[in-house]
Structure formats: structure tokens, C-alpha cells
């Protein structure tokens, strides 16, 4: 089993739509997650991070992590057509080592 | 801002050439990483170093090595290109130390082995 599992979609939604997008892993060490968005031909850029459990919010974009369940979630309030990416679920230990670990990212288009 | 620059986006080899990819990192950090990224199966980890001259074998080392003579540059080297190393090939860095999330990635290099 990997890690980090990412429904790869593709996702579709209309403008406007409040988006969910979501990862589950296996590693009970992991304390740090991230989310990265990836435009087309672009290198991945780190949009959210939590630590440990709870939820953080950015502008249109919350981040929730429930440890119990194993369980992470970027949510997209008022999805954009500059939405439009993929998106990558990360996780990593705490005093381990810095290798991020990564889900297989889920493409999201947001039609206007 | 931090700038990890790829020296190319595209790059087209011929099966058995030794292709070299390089990467150089503006800011001083301490990590460098080479990652392949393909359809369905997402982010994979070639190598990555923590420091100069020191390199440690990721999830796919097969068919590659990396040299990281100074700070600034990681280079990730494919021996003899095969048709299955086709891929979009992605470095990042981090600056170490406390730094657990501040992966900088590049821009990418699409290589294609014909």
C-alpha cells in the first residue's frame, strides 16, 4: 500500500463550486502535511501546510487533517477557473528525514 | 524569492546517450532533490543530498546518478538514456535544519529518450 493514496480524478466542476479534494495515508509517524498545486508544464508550488491534526484557512482555501482517521482534505470555496491545476497531498515525519511523500496529485479543471 | 532553475524545459536524447540534467538553487539550501513525474503514477524519488558531496539513493536510483560538487548545483546524470526514462524530470530543494515543508521546486525539464 502506498502512503500517501490521491484519487487522481479528473475533477470538473462549474465556477463558483465549492470544491473537495482529498488524501488518505497509512503512516502513523507523519506530522506534517502539505498541499502543492501544479499548474500545466509548471513545477509544483506549495499552496497549504498544516501540522498535526486541525484545520487551517487561507482566503478560499482550508486545509483539514484528521490523524484519527488518517484523513487530509484541501477544500476550494468560490472555485475559479485560475483553479484550474493539479493538486498534491504531502506528507512528512517529524525528526525524520525531509523526504516528502507524496500522493499521485488529482487534476481539477473549474469551467467558466 | 528562492529560484531553482532547470538549465532546460525540453530536451530530446537518443537511446544510449549519457544525458546530464542540471539544476542550480539561488538561496543557500541545504537539500537538493531529483524527482520523475509521470501519468498515473506521480512523484517519484530518483536521489537527493543534504550536502555537498553527499548523495543518498531515492525510490528509483536505477539508471541514474547525481553529483552535487557545490552547493548551488545538483546534477542528475542518466548513464546510457533508455525510452523508459521519458519522463518530466523535477528538482527541489529545501533549506534543511527546522525547514520540514519549504520544498522549492523548478520549473521541470521534459525529457524525451527517442
Known amino acids: 500500500q502506498k502512503e500517501v493514496e490521491q484519487d487522481p480524478g479528473p475533477l470538473s466542476v462549474p465556477e463558483g463550486a465549492i470544491v473537495s479534494l482529498n488524501c488518505t495515508y497509512s503512516n502513523s509517524a507523519f506530522q506534517y502535511f502539505m498541499w502543492y498545486r501544479q499548474y500545466s508544464r509548471k513545477g509544483p508550488e506549495l499552496l497549504m501546510y498544516?501540522?498535526?491534526?486541525g484545520n487551517k484557512e487561507d482566503g478560499r482555501f482550508t486545509a483539514q487533517v484528521d490523524k484519527s482517521s488518517k484523513y487530509i482534505s484541501l477544500f476550494i470555496r468560490d472555485s475559479q477557473p485560475s483553479d484550474s491545476a493539479t493538486y498534491l497531498c504531502?506528507?512528512?515525519?517529524?525528526?525524520?528525514?525531509?523526504?516528502?511523500?507524496f500522493g499521485k496529485g488529482t487534476k481539477l479543471t473549474v469551467n467558466p | 524569492d528562492v529560484k531553482v532553475t532547470q538549465s532546460s524545459r525540453y530536451l530530446v536524447k537518443r537511446t544510449g546517450e549519457k544525458v546530464f540534467l542540471e539544476c542550480v538553487q539561488d538561496?543557500?539550501?541545504?537539500?537538493m532533490f531529483w524527482y520523475r513525474q509521470d501519468p498515473g503514477l506521480g512523484l517519484r524519488l530518483i536521489y537527493f543530498?543534504?550536502?555537498?558531496?553527499?548523495?543518498e539513493k531515492g525510490d528509483i536510483p536505477e539508471g541514474y546518478s547525481v553529483s552535487r560538487e557545490k552547493k548551488e548545483r545538483f546534477s542528475l546524470i542518466l548513464e546510457s538514456a533508455s525510452t523508459n526514462q521519458t519522463s518530466m524530470y523535477l528538482c527541489?530543494?529545501?533549506?534543511?535544519?527546522?525547514?520540514?515543508?519549504?520544498?522549492?521546486f523548478g520549473s521541470g525539464t521534459r525529457l524525451t529518450v527517442v
Open positions: 504531502a506528507s512528512l515525519t517529524q525528526g525524520g528525514s525531509e523526504k516528502l511523500v
Open positions: 543530498s543534504y550536502d555537498v558531496k553527499m548523495k
Open positions: 498544516t501540522y498535526s491534526s
Open positions: 527541489a530543494s529545501t533549506p534543511g535544519g527546522r525547514n520540514l515543508y519549504g520544498y522549492t
Open positions: 538561496m543557500d539550501h541545504e537539500n
